[in-house]
């Protein structure tokens, strides 16, 4: 900020002088943004100060861009955020035609909004409608679109062009006439202003279609929608001063330093490999051999192939081999028809997977990963059957989602090359894999299957060996306890809106029926007769027994059986089960329920069990309790994760909360000592 004020006081007094500016950058990328840091460490009473530097940096940039010489921005790599505001400055933009570059303002996405004229701007080159998905939504763009959209002027090859191409274009242009869109006398907005009769009842519905999508727990779609409507009825000076207002107010909320903290600081220490053990070289095998192509293991297939990594899928036999890779020409097909995929390139992915029901077709395979049903003693079989087939230093691979890892282990002749890799359905869709280290893994293992998630293009977390490790053991919490409240006499209709309300992508009962009740109660029968064999005993607790009850009772296992918490008619739209009222809705009491209980209830339990999974090293950083959680289970995106959710409450607010549920709704709420210690252990410092 200091040196653009000196910069431009500079441009100033050298103006008779100056026949142009280039504004240009000696990175591989142009300019990636702000100081996250710096926003981290603000407290809401420094708004003012927010307001008064963001001003500061609008006057100067208003001053080049008026300064009546021609301003050319030589594109030479990505231009995000700040960045792209700094580009919008020039009255000609040229950009390198480099398919890995990309502009927009992504501020959205973390809580914020552009906060250098770049609403005001965009708004004004694109209009209302058009500049919606790139300011409301934080759409990023390449080169060529930014042509098609009128925001970048020129292309050239390489960066060794682009200054040739920024002086000529400042030759051609002396004399004043180059001027900002927005500046010229005959200029009007596309589409429109605000109180354009055809657009004026579009932007009535606007903000009841964002509510829709963002419930009420993001704040920055909402103000970057204001800015833009506001902004567009107003001169421009004005308008800026708009945009600033709303950024100084949402730059020292608690969401934005929330969505900041996970999706910038916590997702980019998990790309650079924090979890990573030793420091063997990358690796990607070429050859990787999957049991069962059933859902999982079809979608693990395709998410090989896609990556250019020879896959071999077998199965009982042949006819379901090819069925799993029947899902990739599925998946590419409907690319194909959309122009986004090649017919010769989606001939080349299907030639990369083998189906085989032969498990002599495996021999040679780096890495094998089953993929087969939540049975102990499947899991051992295919494990002794397909794991002599391994490459000399290749390792095994479980895809389980809740057998520790250990157990299974027992039928490898090589329990320190034995590992979990836990996908999440749909395998194609969902970013995040839980790798679980057993009790004898080792670190290359580890390392190897981390960087085989990366190879795929997802992000990998790494837990130790837990029943339910992570995600499966607190989107248990999430679920059961949505179950609890319909046992309690809570009608389901609340619970399942309570779930949505908070931001979870559907509410409890409805995601149970998705992946199904009869699971729950197998893995249940599962926990119990493990205990068992360890003189144990497993307390059911009151979800579980209502689930139990649902399946063995009313013989309702969900969708896949037909039917669960919510029945299926063909050709019609899902509903609850009409016998659910009947069956366990209850009078209300005299004080009734709450509905903010329900939301809190699911909220801190999913909070309390991913602390007590830190507490017991289950989860190892906070980064990937945040970021697991996010990307495995759906724990909303607005508390930046379930640690995060922790931390924006305030740990003493949420430590008397948690004691208050905990004495009203059971212990799943409760906070034991050394929890508390490790939620203080691990709060983040900036």
Same mark, same amino acid.
Request: overall charge positive.
């Given at each position: ?20 500016? /280039? ?41 080049? +861009? ?5 301003? &050319?921005? $030589? ?10 505001? &700094? ?63 009128? /925001?970048?002027?020129?292309? &050239? ?69 204001? $800015? ?7 001169? =421009? ?44 070289? *990358? ?23 896609? *990556? ?56 040679? $395979? ?15 079989? &295919? ?89 499966? *053991? ?91 918490? =919510? ?41 309390? +069990?991913?602390?007590? $999974? ?49 004495? *009203? ?9 050394? /929890? ?11």
């Amino acid at each position: 900020q200091a040196d653009l004020t000196q910069t431009v006081a500079r441009l100033v007094a050298d103006k008779e002088r100056i026949r142009g500016i /280039v504004l240009a950058s000696n990175k591989t990328t142009f300019f990636a943004g702000a100081d996250l840091k710096g926003v981290m460490r603000l407290q809401r009473s420094d708004a003012a100060r927010v307001y008064i530097g963001a001003e500061l940096m609008k006057k100067n940039l208003r001053t080049i +861009e008026t300064l009546g010489k021609p301003v &050319v921005a $030589c594109l030479n790599g990505s231009s995000l955020g700040g960045g792209w505001e &700094v580009a919008l400055v020039a009255h000609h933009r040229i950009a390198v035609t480099d398919p890995k570059v990309q502009f927009g303002t992504p501020e959205v996405t973390l809580g914020l909004i552009p906060g250098a004229s770049g609403i005001t701007k965009m708004t004004r080159l694109l209009g209302l409608l058009a500049a919606q998905p790139y300011l409301v939504e934080g759409k990023l763009f390449g080169p060529r679109e930014a042509l098609e959209l009128g /925001v970048v002027h020129e292309l &050239v090859a390489d960066a060794a062009q682009l200054r040739g191409a920024a002086l000529a274009w400042i030759a051609a242009h002396q004399g004043g006439a180059a001027v900002q869109p927005w500046d010229a006398k005959d200029y009007r907005m596309p589409g429109g202003t605000a109180s354009h009769p055809k657009l004026a009842p579009l932007l009535a519905a606007a903000p009841a279609m964002l509510r829709k999508r963002t419930r009420g727990m993001y704040p920055a779609p909402e103000a970057a929608l204001a $800015c833009m409507v506001e902004g567009s009825l107003v001169d =421009y000076d004005t308008a800026l001063r708009i945009e600033s207002r709303y950024l100084a107010k949402l730059i020292v909320g608690a969401n934005a330093k929330a969505m900041i903290n996970t999706f910038f600081f916590n997702l980019n220490s998990i790309k650079s490999g924090q979890s990573r053990p030793g420091s063997a070289p *990358r690796y990607k095998p070429a050859r990787v051999g999957l049991l069962g192509a059933g859902m999982m293991g079809a979608g693990i297939a395709y998410a090989q192939a896609s *990556r250019g990594i020879a896959t071999l899928l077998k199965d009982v036999s042949r006819e379901r081999a090819e069925l799993g890779r029947a899902y990739s020409a599925k998946v590419t097909q409907a690319r194909v028809d959309k122009g986004r995929m090649s017919a010769p390139d989606q001939a080349a992915l299907l030639a990369r997977i083998t189906p085989t029901d032969q498990a002599s077709d495996l021999q040679g $395979c780096e890495l094998i990963i089953e993929a087969v049903f939540e049975n102990r003693d499947l899991k051992a079989k &295919v494990t002794q059957e397909a794991e002599p087939m391994l490459a000399p230093g290749g390792f095994f691979a479980s895809n389980t989602s809740t057998l520790p890892i250990t157990g299974l282990a027992q039928a490898s002749r090589k329990p320190e090359k034995f590992i979990g890799i836990h996908f999440f359905s749909p395998v194609d869709k969902m970013q995040l894999v839980e790798i679980i280290r057993g009790k004898r893994t080792d670190d290359e293992t580890v390392a190897r299957a981390f960087d085989y998630v990366q190879a795929l293009g997802k992000i990998p977390i790494v837990v130790n060996d837990s029943r339910g490790f992570f995600t499966s *053991r607190v989107f248990g919490t999430f679920v059961m306890e949505g179950a609890a409240m319909l046992g309690e006499g809570i009608p389901a209709p609340a619970i399942e809106h309570g779930g949505m309300q908070i931001g979870m992508p559907v509410g409890p009962l409805a995601v149970m029926d998705e992946t199904s009740l009869a699971l729950s109660v197998h893995v249940l029968d599962q926990t119990r007769a493990d205990l068992k064999a360890e003189g144990k005993t497993h307390a059911a607790k009151p979800g579980e027994l209502l689930v139990e009850r649902m399946v063995k009772e009313h013989k309702r296992g969900g969708r896949a059986a037909g039917g669960g918490f =919510y029945d299926y008619p063909a050709g019609g739209k899902k509903h609850l089960w009409p016998r659910l009222k009947e069956l366990f809705e209850k009078p209300a009491p005299a004080k009734g329920w709450d509905i903010n209980d329900v939301k809190e209830r699911l909220l801190y339990r999913q909070s309390v +069990e991913t602390a007590r $999974c830190l507490s017991e090293n289950v989860l190892t950083s906070v980064a990937d309790a945040n970021v697991g959680s996010i990307f495995g289970i759906g724990f909303p995106a607005w508390t930046g994760g379930a640690m995060q959710f922790i931390y924006g409450m305030g740990i003493e607010a949420f430590e008397k909360r948690s004691a208050q549920l905990a004495a *009203r709704f059971g212990d799943g709420f409760t906070l034991s000592d050394a /929890v508390k210690e490790t939620i203080r252990k691990f709060e983040p410092r900036w």
